[in-house]
């Protein structure tokens, strides 16, 4: 039971704490705080594209750093550790064991987020999140780029050594009445997300550390000049990150089926088909890195190989779709502020499954490629589907982290701002990449229709923005000033949460 | 149930696959073909599909939205409401 | 799940799975024949560098951020990088390959009509990456 600001303890109880719930805060404030970091670039660069020619960042160099650190921030420094943070909130609770299996291993996870986010922030390096060689091997300035490969290093080690303690947490704390069918779907989408992440993650492991010696010359694996292959790292790197979208979302979802059922007072409408649909992501994940890399000049085979293995991880996202639309059927749905932000998220992940599946028809990558349709349609997922569902999330569990309500009208406010704003931001990017916008790209040539949609999306970004500081400020207000939550039924809605202060374990366990 | 399903996708793709093969197989000689005209042709043919199912899945949201939502006149308790169990 | 008939679902997924099938075979088929080169298409080798590219014509003619080709006649690009990943993109054509150093890709277009296009740069490739431009002029045949 985390109700910090009604019991105020010192600081350092909770740093040093291994108990669940306070390193579970400690995630959730640490991503938080990333999310506004790494948004703030975001906005900065959308001022920066309100007009051809420079506007308000100094030149190219800083642009591109800004972009790397963008996306490295908001992937693996706010979206992995919310996910985390709710993991470790709740999925304890819906095993129905005391702690994680782990805790100081748990506690050793989190602490290795903070330096690694050091290590980016303070070296801010410009090869894009995805480091590409050979631009990041011969073309990067130093200390920039080995301070990033240093923090992804720990980052990935962080992540798995979290995704070991879920996995024995659920496997083998779990408790003996509960079967693992009837475990809670969102337990199940961690134990999916989880599993996923500690087979893939080595691979970009070992990528990582062959760009270091790649960089500090001692070795030439994807140096095309002293006979290595760039075409091996982008294997590499997304034979890890093509699943890695998986881990992000897949928790997300795990969110809303904890969210939309509660909000419809009716049970989810099919647990088993939520289950299968989970284990079919998590194995399909694995079979579509490479459409990635279709331009790149892979073989005709190759690229229907990899197109095939995309569709197929179509039919289980559908399946939760149908879900969600089915558990809302028959329902009384009460539209507080958490079922808002789930509805949206199911609307926007649609958009972005339908825009995924047109991305991974062969042909059409010539017109969509590492154009702006690319960055419309990875953010309609992980700020469309995977922050919405994490905010909704946010403050679904806000009354039992605090201990009060959020002011229900201002989270209202801040849904719909998002939601216009996501809409305005990222479906103009559709667009604007099917009239051959580039990505990453510090100014573009004054074509009129350019200007015109890079500036609506420009708009939306303040939209967007203007929500988040909403939030923001409902969060800090109330957290000291809300009206003291009913900790039984704070949505009064009835029926029983799976709210961690009802776990039969005494404050701070590990301590 | 499953098999059978999964079965049925193996042939449909085992018939229609070749099908088309064989129906777009004659090209015009002489002419070089477009390639602005077919994949764009491509992307339109899906945009019209997606739109469409979009209208459906975002109309159904819709009208779940509307019909069931609490402050609907029609609205009621669902049955899992009496012993607070879902 | 015991409470629900679940046909919908079956159905639903059925349609799901026949639209998939549809977009691949599709795909796979457009993929087939854009891929397939005519054979009396010209080389143009292509070869990108931070920050500019050139071209090289079958005649030996090298062309230093411009193109000139002539329209009704086919191009084969060789596309290849002296030193990082591009990509060369002729988004009008929808010509896309990536410039990779130490390979050859190939992509071949036939223009059909007298104009001017942008040739750009659609891999991050650093610095002037936004600027990495070229011009495309297709001429009448002479």
């Known amino acids: 039971m985390v109700l910090e600001l009604q019991k105020p303890r010192p600081i350092w109880q909770i740093m040093f704490s291994t108990h669940h719930t306070d ?21 900065a660069m959308r001022i920066e594209l309100f007009l051809p020619g420079p506007q308000i960042i100094a030149d190219s160099m800083t642009f591109n750093r800004m972009f790397t650190v963008h996306g490295t921030t908001l992937i693996f420094l706010f979206i992995l550790p919310f996910a985390s943070a709710v993991g470790n909130y709740f999925v304890p609770i819906m095993v129905r064991y005391k702690d994680m299996a782990y805790p100081k291993l748990n506690a050793i996870a989190f602490w290795m987020i903070p330096p690694a986010g050091a290590l980016i922030w303070l070296g801010f390096a410009d090869f894009t999140w995805y480091a590409q060689p050979p631009y990041s091997v011969i073309s990067s300035p130093a200390p920039a780029a080995d301070m990033w490969i240093f ?14 303690n879920f996995v024995v947490t659920i496997l083998k704390c779990k408790h003996p009445d509960l079967p693992l069918s009837k475990m809670p779907l969102m337990a199940w989408s961690f134990l999916s997300s989880q599993l996923i992440i500690i087979v893939a993650i080595p691979t970009f492991a070992a990528a990582l550390l062959m760009l270091l010696t790649d960089r500090m010359g001692v070795s030439g694996f994807f140096d095309p000049a002293v006979g290595g292959d760039p075409i091996a790292y982008s294997h590499l790197f997304w034979f890890t990150f093509h699943p890695e979208v998986y881990v992000l979302v897949i928790p997300a979802i795990g969110m809303m089926y904890e969210i939309i059922p509660r909000f419809s007072r009716k049970p989810i409408f099919s647990h088993s088909s939520g289950v299968f649909a989970f284990i079919m992501l998590s194995l399909v994940s694995f079979a579509s890195w490479a459409h990635h890399m279709y331009a790149t000049g892979m073989s005709f ?8 293995g995309t569709l197929a991880a179509v039919p289980a996202s559908a399946m939760h779709v149908f879900n969600f639309l089915a558990t809302m059927w028959g329902g009384r749905i009460k539209f507080a502020t958490p079922m808002m932000w789930s509805i949206g998220g199911i609307a926007l992940f649609f958009s972005a499954g339908a825009g995924g599946v047109v991305n991974s028809a062969m042909p059409l990558d010539f017109i969509t490629h590492d154009s702006y349709w690319v960055v419309g349609h990875f953010h309609l997922f992980v700020m469309g589907t995977i922050a919405f569902g994490s905010f909704g999330y946010a403050y679904y569990m806000f009354p039992y982290v605090t201990g009060r309500m959020y002011n229900e009208k201002l989270g209202q406010v801040h849904f719909i701002f998002s939601f216009v704003g996501a809409v305005l931001v990222f479906f103009t990017q559709h667009v604007l990449g099917l009239f051959g916008m580039p990505r990453r790209v510090f100014d573009y040539p004054p074509f009129p229709e350019w200007i015109a949609m890079n500036q609506i999306i420009t708009f939306g970004a303040f939209l967007l923005a203007i929500g988040a500081a909403i939030w923001l400020g409902n969060f800090v207000y109330s957290m000291g000033k809300g009206k003291p939550a009913d900790m039984e039924d704070p949505f009064e809605l009835g029926g029983k949460y799976y709210y961690p202060y009802q776990s039969k374990t005494p404050h701070h366990v590990g301590y | 149930m499953r098999s059978k399903i999964g079965l049925l996708v193996v042939f449909t793709i085992l018939v229609i696959v070749p099908t088309l093969d064989y129906v777009f197989a004659q090209e015009e000689p002489g002419e070089y073909l477009d390639r602005r005209v077919v994949i764009w042709n491509l992307f339109f043919r899906m945009m019209v599909v997606a739109f469409t199912i979009g209208a459906v899945v975002s109309g159904t949201m819709i009208w779940l939205i509307i019909r069931f939502r609490e402050s609907n006149p029609k609205a009621k308790p669902t049955k899992y409401e009496e012993t607070g169990e879902w | 799940m015991s409470e629900h008939g679940n046909w919908a679902e079956w159905v639903y997924i059925g349609v799901v799975c026949a639209l998939l099938v549809w977009v691949g075979a599709e795909a796979w088929n457009v993929e087939r024949l854009v891929e397939h080169v005519p054979a009396d298409a010209e080389v143009i080798k292509v070869t990108a560098q931070q920050w500019f590219w050139s071209f090289e014509h079958e005649d030996g003619t090298i062309e230093i951020g411009e193109l000139h080709v002539e329209k009704g006649k086919a191009y084969k690009f060789e596309v290849t990088s002296k030193d990082v990943i591009h990509s060369f993109n002729i988004h009008d054509y929808v010509v896309l390959i990536d410039a990779v150093p130490g390979r050859i890709n190939t992509v071949w277009f036939a223009p059909d009509e007298v104009a001017e296009h942008e040739i750009q740069c659609r891999e991050y490739c650093g610095l002037l990456h936004y600027n990495m431009r070229a011009k495309l002029y297709v001429e009448g045949s002479t």
């Open chain 1, 151 to 164: 923090g992804l290093k720990i980052l990935g080690v962080s992540s798995v050594l979290g995704a070991i």
């Open chain 1, 301 to 308: 085979t190759e690229k229907t190989v990899f197109m095939i």
């Open chain 1, 23 to 43: 390193i579970g805060l400690l995630y959730l404030i640490t991503s938080l705080a990333f999310f506004f970091m790494g948004g703030a670039l975001a906005l």
